[in-house]
């Protein structure tokens, strides 16, 4: 069971827009930067997000995130099939002292 | 541009031992840290080390604490994790991560090297 809290799945239609969240407490996403990596079938993980709601060089702007209080959320706008991957959020844990990742979200889109 | 070549997975027995290798291309590899995470077949990220650039300080997820070793030689660009004691629940894919800032964040990573603990 993983600190921060992330739906299992998610599924919508091409060009539609959909939104990930991830939950935590006040120990982690609450006094901490959160990021988010994309991670297609068979891949390595990559890079979406970082300090809340920076996007690396190359992630196209359809990539989104914010941060309210203890929670996090990564937007995606304009579904392509190729956006069909695993989702995880993460963040450091004062109180575990440790890097924690969200359990992970597939995202299908169909 | 950034590259991390994994290496050095592969079976072992329960009890065994592996050291895994990184080796990093591309940015100077001193200047910052560096992490492994790793992920059981099927299942999500879980961190397991990071060092510091100069490798003067070292961080451990409890459940490996005490049986695995990260390193660096800088000077060979190179990420090391001795890996003692191996358990089955160690069993997982392995990726070498750049950190972005302190443990923050990974902006890039490797392809994985797979480790499979079985009798």
């Known amino acids: 069971q993983s600190v921060l809290t992330q739906p299992p799945s998610l599924s919508a239609a091409p060009g539609q827009k959909v939104t990930i969240s991830c939950s935590g407490s006040s120990s982690n996403i609450g006094n901490n930067y959160v990021s988010w990596y994309q991670q297609l079938p068979g891949a390595a993980p990559k890079l979406l997000i970082y300090d809340n709601n920076k996007r690396p060089s190359g992630i196209p702007d359809r990539f989104s995130g914010s941060k309210s209080g203890t929670s996090a959320t990564l937007g995606i706008t304009g579904l392509q099939t190729g956006d069909e991957a695993d989702y995880y959020c993460?963040?450091?844990?004062?109180?575990?002292?440790?890097?924690?990742f969200g359990g992970g979200t597939k995202l299908t889109v169909l | 541009e950034v590259q991390l070549l994994e290496s050095g997975g592969g079976l072992v027995r329960p009890g065994g031992s592996l050291r895994l290798s990184c080796a990093a291309s591309g940015f100077t590899l001193s200047s910052y840290i560096m992490s492994w995470v790793r992920q059981a077949p099927g299942k999500g990220l879980q961190w397991v080390s990071a060092i510091s650039g100069s490798g003067g300080s070292t961080y451990y997820a409890d459940s490996v604490k005490g049986r695995f070793t990260i390193s660096r030689d800088n000077s060979k660009h190179t990420l090391y994790l001795q890996m003692n004691s191996l358990r089955a629940e160690d069993t997982a894919v392995y990726y070498c991560?750049?950190?972005?800032?302190?443990?923050?964040?990974?902006?890039?990573w490797g392809q994985g090297t797979l480790v499979t603990v079985s009798s």
């Open positions: 993460g963040t450091w844990d004062n109180s575990l002292n440790a890097v924690i």
């Open positions: 991560a750049k950190v972005g800032s302190f443990l923050g964040y990974f902006d890039f």
